[in-house]
């Protein structure tokens, strides 16, 4: 068949041919060689953008957890319970607490449902209302700028003394098998957090909760202690609301991308706004990499979401206080492949404009070839047919159609020559062949040289030594678009293999078009994105230990003044006891003059010298008072000034964040051992005060005695009567200053051991120190751009926000 055919359509069939396999084999390795990278760059990102949300859940987590132990360890918080649980012991007199409770802030309460948080005191329980009053406000406040849905308080009775929002657990008891919702979550988590220690922390996976009219929860609680007694339980309600708004601020993924938390029942914890209706308990994600997560490994995978569509989901898991998630971030399968499906659409279109050029470049070459043999074909005939005049067209020619045409002439003009024109003939049919063999083979060697591209070999190169300048550029062609692909492949490769060192200062600096220009762009834009992260965490970590060596001298300070106060402790230790001594001592005084006056009553004029001398040693007395108001007076100043320490120390832990947990831990310490000082100080204070109004009352009717010895004999009697309550007085003097003393001691053994918590608040402050410098180690293994950082950085002062 293929003999039939004219040469006429045979050669540019042949170059459409050779044109079409080329591009096609070209678009297929460009096609698939972009789908590949598109894809694994596809994966990385979803899978960075699951570690990032997982990153920043464990985030939330921890810092709900810490504020839920930070307020759990306050003083405040532990006798807010105690309020509450009197409070609501009182009104059993009264009939049900629970349904008293109720009926106050709930059915009576005027604000509509959902707004009974804004009722502050009820007017119809008078104990309870007092505590309500006074405290519910700053709970309120904490409750809106945490962003929890509800805050509750238990007693060791498990009962919930207090909750913000009011819903129908207020009030209620939570023992197992004690009242209506002690079978929920909430009440699991409550008697996990009773029988727990201090600082542990249980937490629930989200569920229906029926108070809540069935939304989703989750409940967080903790244990509270004092002076290491169990005093009864804290926990928050958590609402989807707050996970969600932490998944949304992933970032990385495309137009399609969302991040979902996914429970051990398969069904998702955050509404998704791409979606309609609420997600939450309502969605399922299934699929290979959700249950890899679930079981504790990071996934990668494919689904089915939103309307059968096939996504690509990447998967980390997530341990929290008990419970078990899995962090999916997926991306429509579709939006994936898009660039590679543009690829492939630009390709055909480029594929098959250029194969009609080379189809309509091929006719009329051809035509330019064909239509003079076609001529000197009809020349030969009429010579074949013995026109012998006939004139032979193409003499004029230098190319083979020329010789043709000489030959024809040469056969025309003289018969005898046939022979050598037959033989003309078979050498063109030899070349002709010829062409045909180099064709073919520069067709085998693209094919090969392609072959090989797809295989990941560019190396390859196809021979540009043709003599056909179609074919050399051809040639040429595809070998340009091979060094192309070649070029842009090397230098992604290096970038990346510059990355896996730690070394972000390589980058793609071909000149490059299309879709390798935004790979270029791409690529450079990570190496820029990761090392502007690495800087910022180098000027982070040498601000945390200018932050941190601060905070040391700060609490050195703290330990020189904490040694101080304890010897100025110890002074006025000594003063009182030789106080208590000179007390002692005139209290024997008193007595050796009452028996004198008992034995010796006509005597008078030696017992109005010994009223004398108890008014001096009265005297006294006062004066010894009055230093011992003054030394109170001092140690109220102490106990002030350790109190401010403590408060300002709390202030600056807070601000420290993870590094200053546990100095907050001391500074509570210290600022309650403070006000136990304050509070022995009032005490001791107020006994003297009594003590020195006594000493004045004896004075004054040992005065009036002795005015009266001189005009009536019978006053010794009522004078002996008068220093026996004297002897009792200083009796019970003594036995204040005694008490006095001890409160003292007391104030000393807190004030040493307020010096050995700050000494190991100072070692703790020096392994946050060592630990900033192990970060520096850490972020020093990257190479980045030349930059000055031994420059000195600015001073940041004690107490900022660093």
Not at 381 to 395: E, Y
Not at 486 to 498: F, I, M, P
């Amino acid at each position: 068949m293929s003999a039939q055919l004219k040469l006429a359509f045979k050669l540019p069939a042949m170059v459409v041919a050779i044109a079409l396999v080329t591009g096609a084999s070209l678009a297929l390795a460009g096609y698939f060689t972009s789908n590949a990278i598109v894809t694994i760059q596809a994966e990385q990102r979803l899978s960075a953008a699951a570690a990032n949300a997982r990153s920043m859940l464990e985030a939330y987590l921890n810092e709900v957890a810490e504020d839920l132990t930070l307020f759990a360890g306050r003083a405040e918080i532990a006798a807010d319970i105690d309020l509450f649980s009197g409070a609501m012991r009182s009104l059993a007199g009264q009939g049900d607490p629970t349904e008293l409770l109720q009926d106050a802030y709930i059915t009576q309460n005027p604000n509509p449902a959902g707004q009974k948080l804004l009722l502050d005191t009820s007017d119809k329980l008078p104990v309870y209302d007092l505590h309500h009053r006074a405290l519910h406000a700053d709970f309120r406040d904490l409750l809106e700028k945490r962003g929890y849905y509800d805050i509750f308080l238990f007693d060791t009775d498990f009962n919930n003394v207090y909750t913000v929002f009011k819903e129908a657990d207020f009030a209620t008891n939570f023992a197992e098998g004690g009242g209506p919702w002690a079978d929920t979550d909430l009440g699991k988590v409550v008697r996990s957090a009773m029988a727990g220690e201090e600082g542990q922390v249980f937490l629930s996976d989200f569920a229906p909760y029926g108070p809540s009219a069935g939304a989703p929860a989750s409940f967080i609680a903790t244990p509270v202690f004092d002076q290491g007694f169990l005093i009864g339980v804290l926990a928050f309600q958590m609402p989807t609301a707050l996970i969600g708004d932490v998944l949304v601020r992933t970032q990385g993924l495309g137009a399609s991308g969302e991040t979902y938390l996914v429970g051990q029942d398969g069904l998702v914890r955050n509404d998704s706004a791409k979606t309609e209706g609420n997600d939450v308990m309502t969605l399922a994600l299934q699929g290979d990499a959700v249950t890899a997560a679930l079981a504790g490994e990071s996934g990668l995978g494919t689904l089915i979401h939103h309307d059968g569509a096939a996504f690509v989901a990447a998967s980390e898991p997530l341990t929290f206080g008990g419970v078990d998630w899995a962090v999916v971030a997926l991306e429509s399968q579709a939006d994936i492949a898009a660039p590679s499906t543009g690829l492939r659409n630009s390709l055909l279109i480029i594929g098959l404009v250029l194969l009609a050029l080379a189809a309509a470049s091929s006719l009329a070459i051809a035509r330019t070839i064909t239509r003079p043999i076609s001529r000197l074909t009809g020349a030969m005939a009429g010579i074949a047919g013995d026109r012998l005049d006939i004139a032979v067209p193409g003499l004029d020619r230098a190319d083979e159609l020329g010789a043709m045409a000489e030959a024809v002439e040469v056969f025309r003009s003289n018969g005898l020559k046939m022979r050598d024109l037959r033989a003309a003939e078979l050498d063109m049919s030899d070349e002709r062949a010829a062409q045909v063999s180099v064709i073919q083979g520069l067709q085998q060697e693209i094919s090969a040289v392609v072959g090989a591209a797809i295989d990941g070999d560019f190396s390859r190169r196809v021979g540009t030594d043709q003599q056909d300048p179609e074919l050399r550029q051809l040639a040429l062609d595809v070998n340009d678009l091979l060094a192309t692909v070649d070029r842009g492949l090397a230098e992604t490769g290096s970038v990346l293999a510059a990355l896996a060192r730690a070394d972000l200062t390589r980058r793609m600096n071909g000149d490059y078009r299309g879709a390798f220009a935004r790979l270029k762009s791409d690529t450079n834009g990570v190496a820029e994105q990761l090392g502007d992260i690495i800087t910022q965490l180098r000027s982070t970590s040498g601000s945390l230990k200018t932050a941190t060596g601060e905070i040391l001298t700060g609490a050195n300070d703290l330990s020189e003044r904490t040694t101080r106060q304890a010897a100025t402790i110890e002074e006025t230790s000594a003063a009182i006891e030789q106080l208590s001594r000179t007390v002692v001592d005139n209290a024997a005084q008193a007595e050796q003059a009452s028996r004198e006056v008992r034995a010796v009553s006509d005597q008078a004029e030696a017992s109005g010298e010994v009223m004398g001398q108890a008014t001096g040693a009265m005297e006294r007395i006062t004066a010894s008072s009055g230093k011992i108001s003054n030394i109170i007076g001092l140690i109220d100043d102490i106990a002030f000034q350790t109190n401010l320490l403590a408060l300002n120390a709390s202030v600056e832990a807070a601000r420290a964040g993870d590094a200053g947990k546990g100095f907050a831990v001391v500074a509570v310490e210290v600022r309650r051992l403070a006000q136990s000082a304050a509070s022995a100080s009032a005490d001791v204070k107020a006994l003297i005060e009594q003590s020195a109004a006594e000493v004045q009352g004896g004075t004054r009717l040992v005065a009036s005695a002795a005015e009266r010895l001189t005009m009536v004999q019978d006053a010794i009697r009522a004078n002996a009567a008068l220093l026996d309550g004297i002897a009792r007085a200083s009796r019970e003097q003594a036995g204040a200053i005694d008490e006095v003393n001890v409160a003292v001691r007391q104030l000393d053994e807190m004030t040493q051991h307020n010096a050995a918590l700050v000494e190991e608040t100072n070692a703790a402050i020096e392994q946050t120190e060592a630990q900033a410098h192990e970060l520096d180690r850490v972020i020093g293994v990257f190479t980045l751009a030349a930059q000055d950082w031994n420059a000195p950085r600015p001073k940041v002062a004690a107490g900022e926000r660093v």
